[in-house]
């Protein structure tokens, strides 16, 4: 089931960052870069700050938040991350599939994100479009990721072809 954040997810969503970044994308970033990225513990003071403002969109599972999706009022998906416990079952796709079609009700043209490397096939698979590879610098690491768009007016229309 995919809801609005309420007050109290913050705790389990530092946790489902934390994880997704140390169990998942440490397949693919170094041990180094994934501590750039999120350190060891997770802190939910800083994720109760930052889901009080972005409000993200909480994908729960017999009561547990399983992954969360942060959706800009632009169409730029900020943040998108799944608990290991819970990857490969739909949910990451749910939540991407919940913000496209929020962005067509709103009549915005395009849904746009920077996809990690473990991301970037997902993306790819709902159409997605790479337009280039970015390098980020985050302390002393430097890690890759994507900027993707999917174009929900085409250019010069004035209707969604999503």
Request: net charge neutral.
């Amino acid at each position: 089931m995919i809801r609005p954040y309420q007050p109290g997810d913050h705790e389990a969503i530092a946790e489902v960052f934390t994880r997704a970044i140390h169990e998942i994308a440490s397949q693919r970033y170094t041990t180094r870069q994934c501590e750039a990225w999120s350190g060891r513990k997770p802190n939910p003071e800083h994720w109760r700050q930052r889901c009080d403002t972005k409000q993200p969109l909480v994908y729960v599972v017999d009561g547990q938040v399983a992954g969360f999706l942060e959706l800009d009022p632009d169409g730029h998906i900020d943040c998108l991350f799944v608990h290991p416990a819970h990857g490969r079952r739909g949910i990451a796709s749910a939540l991407v599939r919940r913000a496209i079609e929020t962005c067509v009700a709103k009549g915005l043209p395009l849904v746009y994100v920077e996809a990690s490397l473990c991301a970037r096939p997902l993306f790819e698979a709902m159409r997605f479009v790479t337009l280039r590879e970015n390098v980020v610098r985050i302390g002393d690491e430097k890690l890759v990721n994507f900027s993707m768009e999917l174009r929900l007016v085409p250019e010069g229309s004035s209707s969604a072809t999503y």
